[in-house]
Nanobody, 119 residues
Framework: QVQLVESGGGLVHAGGSLSLSCVAS????????MAWFRQAPGKARDHVAS????????LYEDSVKGRFTISRDNAKNTVFLEMNNLKPEDTAMYYC????????????WGQGTQVTVSS
């Protein structure tokens, strides 16, 4: 029902910054939360950050606290991830996800955008 399209990935040097965007579209839907996950080759998909759509409360993985900021534009059904002071270990495919409030998990996923950080 919901389509998610990420953008903003790319190649950066360690210490650099990138900003990711994810736009949700489709038929009528309600947003409970949106989130960013990432997955490096040979590793499990890990949560990065999430945001509750109504209250704007956020949750971050410890490794990105103080460096990444998740935000949203409710009117545009868009979630952002501002990444600062990037490290090589941040290299991964970054995926956007949406929860419509059905259960504890996420309902739809984007195609991913690659972030590569060189040392």
């Amino acid at each position: 029902q919901v389509q998610l399209v990420e953008s903003g990935g790319g190649l950066v040097h360690a210490g650099g910054s990138l900003s990711l965007s994810c736009v949700a579209s489709g038929r009528t839907f309600s947003v409970y939360a949106m989130a960013w996950f990432r997955q490096a080759p040979g590793k499990a998909r890990d949560h990065v950050a999430s945001i509750m759509w109504s209250a704007g409360t956020t949750l971050y993985e410890d490794s990105v606290k103080g460096r990444f900021t998740i935000s949203r534009d409710n009117a545009k059904n868009t979630v952002f991830l501002e990444m600062n002071n990037l490290k090589p270990e941040d290299t991964a495919m970054y995926y956007c996800a949406i929860s419509e409030g059905r259960g504890m998990g996420f309902d739809s996923w984007g195609q991913g955008t690659q972030v590569t950080v060189s040392s």
